[in-house]
């Protein structure tokens, strides 16, 4: 969580004018007549306006140096050459060189009353934004730290003083709490985000019409406190005012469903689950979340809580029409699903029809032959692992020739299920116990069956032979 504040310098520094810098006896002196520069100062002050014109910021940065070596300490011209240099510094873009000024002018015009309140509090205003930027831009925790700190005391002191403080100002000051909470990476500060939390809750129940701001802060410290429930909460308040926003009904479903795989009970889970789901069709019916990616999540979320039904038809019309995209995982997800729901004849239509897509598959076809094995129907299935097999691609040849072996062996197809066994015991991906005992039946079949026909062989021949030896007698 950031704040920018560079904008604000920037107008701050179009406020050096000829109006505003060469006379300053004519805003001051009619309140306070002791506040007011030396007659030399006011001689040189009218010096400034050519330089400003030009923007030669050097120039004017030397004359004003310039006072401020001749100024009497404590005295209203230090006071007014600090703050004008402090504003020339930040048009030319030096924040840095311009807090020394600006901090000597702020704290002369306190103790002395140089210059009116609300002038003062611009300048503790900007002092906090400056000591802030310094902050943010360094790498060094010590310079940090230390940034920070005078951020935060000049920032309260405004708040302090300030009847009507600014939704702006008070965000500034929660948004400089939250980035104190985290300087110590990995041990967020819990004191620091519950002051954030404060000044988030003032905002919120003072103001009319909160600024998005204050909601994010809220948010992130939640987070890093791990509330994340409370996080919801705030979430679903996001949702509602800025329907919108993509992104936060993104991170609310996903939230959600963070929550449901941390739940501790069935119940609980089963709850997330429901209010993820909820959530994304909320969001559809806005327009949002319709990506596939956001499709399939609802697919899935569906499948969680053993709604395969409903699972099943959003995944099918999602692969049909584009919605969901289309890969062999997902249609042979599709058709588990049918399967699920003892609809297998559907689940076999379903991986013919992603055929269709991926003609060169074999692994969709292998499909096919497992579910055709289930229902009995071992024609269809040896059938469809020739095909799987011509056509390749196929995640474990191993498994799907052993597959095929069993298959042959029960249609008596011995030969064939004899290369198939052997084929199978050539890939690793097969580690199974009962492949050496399965190739012992089949070679045990083939010889049984040799056997069998040598000993019917054997008849056929025996009569012939005995005959021919009765006639060679007579």
């Known amino acids: 969580m950031t704040f920018s504040s ?3 310098f920037k107008c701050l520094g179009l406020v050096v004018s000829l109006a505003l810098m060469v006379n300053p006896v004519v805003s001051f ?25 030009a923007k030669n910021w050097n120039q004017a940065i030397n ?5 401020l070596r001749y100024a009497s300490p404590n005295s209203y011209d230090e006071a007014f050459a600090n703050d004008i240099l402090s504003k020339i510094y930040l048009q030319k873009g030096d924040y840095a060189d311009s807090i020394p000024p600006l901090e000597r002018a702020y704290v002369l015009g306190a ?34 730290t230390l940034n920070y700190t005078k951020a935060s005391t ?24 939250y980035n104190r909470a985290l300087l110590i990476p990995n041990t967020p500060d819990n004191e620091l985000l519950n002051k954030a939390q404060e000044q988030v809750n003032e905002a919120l129940v003072t103001t009319l019409n909160p600024k998005e701001g204050f909601y994010l802060i809220l948010l992130a410290t939640l987070q890093q406190q791990g509330k994340i429930k409370e996080a919801t909460e705030i979430f679903e308040l996001l949702v509602q005012r800025y329907p919108s926003k993509t992104s936060y009904w993104q991170q609310l479903m996903g939230t959600y469903s963070n929550l449901a795989v941390d739940a501790k009970s069935p119940d609980e889970t089963y709850e997330y689950n429901i209010r993820s789901i909820v959530t994304i069709e909320r969001a559809q019916a806005l327009g949002f979340m319709t990506t596939p990616k956001d499709n399939y999540n609802l697919v899935g979320i569906y499948f969680n809580i053993g709604q395969f039904g409903k699972a099943t038809e959003l995944l099918h019309q999602g692969l049909r029409d584009g919605s969901i995209e289309s890969d062999i995982k997902k249609w042979e997800l599709l058709a588990y699903s ?27 076809d292998n499909q096919i032959a497992q579910i055709y094995y289930s229902l009995n129907k071992t024609e269809d299935a040896y059938r469809h692992l020739n095909i799987a097999i011509a056509k390749g691609n196929i995640d474990k040849l191993g498994s799907l020739y052993y597959f095929k072996a069993y298959i042959c062996f029960e249609l008596l197809k011995f030969e064939e299920a004899l290369v198939a066994i052997d084929k199978a015991a050539n890939y690793d991906d097969l580690q199974d116990s009962q492949l050496p005992r399965l190739r012992l039946a089949i070679v045990e079949a083939i010889a049984e069956r040799e056997n069998a026909l040598k000993q ?18 007579n």
């Open 29 to 53: 002196a009619q309140q306070k007549p002791a506040a007011q520069p030396s007659e030399k100062g006011s001689e040189d002050l009218g010096k400034l306006q050519p330089f400003v014109d």
């Open 338 to 364: 049918f399967q699920q729901v003892n609809q297998e004849f559907k689940a076999i239509e379903v991986l013919k029809e992603a055929g269709q897509i991926f003609p060169t598959s074999g692994q969709l």
């Open 154 to 177: 000049y920032i309260e002191i405004w708040l302090q003083q300030n009847p009507k403080p600014t939704q702006d100002g008070r965000l500034f000051y929660a948004s400089l709490l």
């Open 456 to 473: 019917t062989e054997d008849k056929k021949t025996a009569p012939v032979a005995a005959t021919a030896q009765d006639s060679d007698s």
């Open 63 to 67: 004359l004003l140096n310039g006072i």
């Open 6 to 8: 560079l904008s604000r």
């Open 111 to 144: 103790t002395y009353e140089y210059f009116e309140p609300r002038s003062q509090l611009d300048r503790l205003y900007y002092l906090a934004q400056l000591y802030y930027q310094e902050a943010t831009s360094s790498k060094v925790p010590a310079v940090q």
